[in-house]
């Protein structure tokens, strides 16, 4: 089935029961029942032979389902499932999702049993995905506390500019306006924002398949996504698509259709997370914040020759990461002779009037990669005014930067 990618890793990692009852109860298949006494593989083999023998406009479908699925299964698709796991009302949905440790099981479970939370993991992971990479997200400052046309007009001059930038008929692109509330980053109440999310069919592709043993060609039509956010309490426009030299020009649309305000094409500055100031101990400023402790619980490096080391303790450790790496390989042993590409903090929260005591866990890994922005919007806004506090993330521009200094909190 080369035609539907995530479909097929799907069938190779779920287990394949739960794949068969997959297809059949929430996709709706008619499929062969498996046998049991069959090995993994030949019942994989089945369930492959019932999907090749579909339409590949319906496998393209339900390839489509397994790609959002596919999605929440990687590392930072599961930092998303993780952070978002609390949000589980009922006790017993929450202890049979904490059973669950096949991480596509896990996403497959979500977009089953609790859909508002997949949707809302879902979209954090895509978020994930744009911002903060230069190859997908350009972030712009317009003038602040402007109204958002959502007439007819503006939409449909929008559209059009929009198809005359996509070179394309209005029919093939589709609009979509949405107006909710986010929590501000320094002051945690809630602030407007509203996101244009905007499909255009791209140019029709041949797909091959094969039907009574002969090798037919389909023809098929995808849908391209840009997302476009603008939140008045500051003045952002942000521009989340994968085709970089059409940002600004979606920018420049939006402004001129929606915001109808001149565009100037000042650009927003990315968060640069730094963590290596963690290879050395330090202390956490907690004054003012409704959190009760913070300990690095894991900590780690990579070197040329492909030799890494991770360390982790536990979050109710006696001692800090520091001590716990030294105990584990030497008293000579420091952090601060690697460079880091690995930490996860444990913020524990307090207990309040609308939530029970909770941890959040803040994941730092490579060159510019965090999970805070996978998180829920309380959760976020949080984060990065803490993150910020503790001189662990700063904004870059185009420039040159200023060095690096481990600064303690």
Not at 126 to 139: E, H, I, L, M, N
Not at 236 to 248: A, F, G, I, P
Not at 266 to 279: E, V
Not at 371 to 393: G, I, S, Y
Request: net charge neutral; charged share 25%; hydrophobic share 40%.
């Amino acid at each position: 089935m080369n035609d539907a990618e995530n479909l097929t890793k799907l069938l190779v990692h779920l287990p394949p029961s739960i794949a068969y009852r997959f297809l059949t109860g929430e996709i709706g298949l008619t499929l062969p029942k498996l046998d049991p006494k069959q090995g993994k593989r030949l019942q994989r083999a089945a369930l492959e032979a019932g999907l090749a023998a579909l339409p590949v406009r319906e496998r393209q479908k339900i390839d489509e389902v397994a790609e959002r699925i596919v999605l929440l299964s990687d590392g930072a698709g599961q930092d998303v499932v993780e952070g978002l796991r609390e949000d589980i009302v009922v006790e017993a949905s929450r202890k049979a999702f904490a059973a669950i440790h096949n991480q596509y099981e896990r996403a497959l479970w979500l977009h089953s049993n609790a859909p508002e939370i997949f949707k809302e993991a879902l979209d954090a992971r895509q978020a994930d995905v744009f911002r903060q990479s230069t190859s997908c997200y350009s972030g712009f400052i317009a003038p602040k506390h402007l109204a958002v046309k959502d007439d007819p007009g503006s939409r449909n001059l929008f559209c059009q500019t929009i198809a005359e930038q996509f070179n394309c008929d209005t029919a093939d692109v589709a609009i979509q306006f949405f107006k909710r509330l986010r929590p501000e980053t320094h002051t945690g109440e809630d602030v407007e924002i509203y996101q244009i999310s905007i499909y255009n069919n791209r140019p029709p592709e041949l797909v091959n398949c094969v039907q009574a043993s002969e090798l037919m060609s389909h023809e098929l039509i995808r849908a391209a996504s840009s997302h476009i956010t603008y939140e008045p309490a500051n003045g952002h426009l942000d521009v989340l698509s994968k085709t970089t030299q059409t940002r600004e020009a979606l920018a420049r649309a939006a402004a001129d259709c929606i915001l109808q305000s001149p565009f100037f094409g000042a650009t927003i500055p990315l968060k640069q997370y730094d963590y290596q100031s963690l290879a050395g101990p330090r202390n956490f400023d907690l004054s003012d914040e409704n959190v009760s402790s913070v300990k690095v619980v894991e900590l780690g490096y990579a070197q040329a020759n492909h030799r890494s080391l991770l360390v982790k303790i536990g979050s109710t450790d006696v001692n800090d990461i520091h001590v716990a790496a030294q105990s584990l390989a030497g008293l000579a042993f420091d952090f601060r002779h690697h460079r880091l590409n690995y930490a996860k903090l444990s913020i524990r929260l307090k207990k309040d009037s609308t939530e029970r005591a909770r941890t959040i866990s803040v994941v730092l890994r490579d060159e510019n990669k965090c999970n805070v922005k996978t998180k829920r919007e309380k959760d976020r806004a949080l984060c990065d005014r803490l993150l910020a506090k503790w001189h662990l993330v700063k904004e870059i521009d185009d420039g040159p930067t200023a060095p690096v200094h481990a600064l303690a909190a």
